[in-house]
């Protein structure tokens, strides 16, 4: 997976310049842990749009629960990154969504079509702007799945720093 990102991000680093790599981490109320990459192509308007690749990880009442996922997701800054001049910005994102879950005690018959699901995310983020490349953000991410097997909702948590890698 990590060649696969990286191929992307190189890719798309060679078609334009203003890009945002995201590292966030949370919580779900599974509960388990999240992590995340995120990448955001920005544009001259208030619209972005990122790709994201994410892992969840709970170990509880002996249960090994993993999933791993990716998001498309079109997000709306109320102000631009660029801005220097305010200190704090608000944004919200809604996108697609597929995660693939894997439990071995509980999915170990089931096939992969029987353990992924398709859903639509939203998201509500807070940044506060510590340099002109580094931006500290918060963010609640609920998520619907289409596959009723694995349960319908996920609600996340966290805390990321961006790093914008076009800053001068």
């Not at 890009?19 to 995120?38: E, F, H, I, M, N």
């Not at 609600?155 to 720093?161: E, S």
Request: charged share 20%; with cysteine; aromatic share 14%.
């Amino acid at each position: 997976m990590k060649q696969i990102v990286m191929v992307m991000l190189l890719l798309v680093s060679c078609i334009t310049n203003a890009q945002v790599l995201c590292l966030r981490a949370g919580k779900t109320l599974l509960p388990a842990d999240y992590a995340s990459l995120r990448y955001t192509q920005l544009t001259n308007r208030p619209f972005q749009w990122a790709l994201g690749a994410y892992y969840e990880r709970s170990h509880r009442n002996q249960l090994h629960y993993s999933a791993i996922g990716f998001e498309a997701m079109t997000e709306f800054s109320s102000n631009k990154v660029a801005d220097t001049d305010q200190r704090f910005g608000l944004a919200s994102a809604v996108g697609l969504c597929w995660q693939v879950e894997h439990e071995p005690w509980l999915y170990k018959d089931w096939s992969f079509s029987k353990r992924s699901s398709f859903g639509l995310a939203g998201e509500i983020l807070g940044d506060w702007y510590l340099t002109e490349a580094f931006t500290l953000r918060s963010f609640l991410q609920q998520k619907i799945l289409f596959n009723p097997h694995l349960g319908r909702y996920r609600l996340v948590a966290g805390i990321g720093i961006r790093y914008r890698l076009d800053h001068y």
